[in-house]
């Protein structure tokens, strides 16, 4: 079974113009995927609508076979899917230890060691005890998206979500979370999908949806 697919989805805002037309697309545990297109082509909406933050009105999103719309869109959110945000999305005045607990908290995760899993996951993005203990505004970029990965990680989650995870971040720090988002899908068959304009994004997945004018372009 997938574990998220879109079954004939079609979504508009006014009623006038689809924003997106018939989307058929799978997604399989330890790939990644790319989603393509120019500005209005439909991509933030279908991360919205992949990320449970807008509902389809026509066609369905599943996951593991269950229309989202029908589910709890709160658990969803916060245990089922782990979303990368351009921003980071981070609390500034927290740490970035803080910021990896505080997600574990939001998901009531039931962890031993919170402080300790945190620890961890921050070390396997790259960020060590010492940085992992300073607010995130001191951060780099690179470091502060790293922080995200570790967050959108924290509760376990089988779909990372990733909205142009490197679209503030220059060659080498894009190259090693390309690389990190890789290993992801590889090495713990997480599926990983990438919302993105980067053509070394592109390079890299294993799997390529392109949209134009709200349809997949075959």
Do not use: W
Not at 83 to 98: C, D, G, K
Not at 99 to 108: A, F, G, K, R, T
Not at 151 to 160: G, K, M, P, Q, T
Not at 196 to 211: R, T
């Amino acid at each position: 079974m997938h574990i998220l697919e879109t079954d004939h989805l079609r979504f508009t805002y006014d009623k006038e113009k689809y924003v997106l037309q018939d989307i058929n697309i799978i997604f399989e545990k330890g790939k990644t995927y790319g989603i393509f297109g120019q500005s209005g082509a439909g991509k933030s909406t279908l991360l919205s609508l992949l990320a449970g933050l807008e509902i389809a009105r026509e066609g369905k999103v599943l996951y593991k076979g269950k229309d989202l719309s029908k589910m709890s869109r709160d658990i969803y959110r916060s245990n089922e899917i782990g979303v990368i945000f351009q921003s980071y999305n981070l609390l500034p005045h927290l740490t970035a230890l803080e910021n990896v607990i505080l997600s574990m908290d939001i998901s009531q995760l039931k962890v031993k060691d919170k402080n300790t899993r945190a620890l961890q996951l921050l070390d396997k993005v790259g960020i060590n005890e010492e940085k992992a203990n300073r607010r995130v505004l001191l951060l780099s970029g690179g470091e502060q998206q790293r922080v995200a990965i570790a967050r959108a990680l924290s509760y376990d989650s089988e779909i990372i979500l990733a909205d142009e995870p490197t679209g503030n971040l220059d060659n080498d720090n894009e190259n090693a979370i390309i690389s990190l988002l890789k290993n992801l899908a590889c090495e713990e068959e997480k599926c990983v999908i990438i919302v993105s304009h980067s053509s070394k994004v592109k390079e890299n997945v294993d799997i390529l949806y392109q949209l134009e004018n709200g349809k997949i372009k075959h």
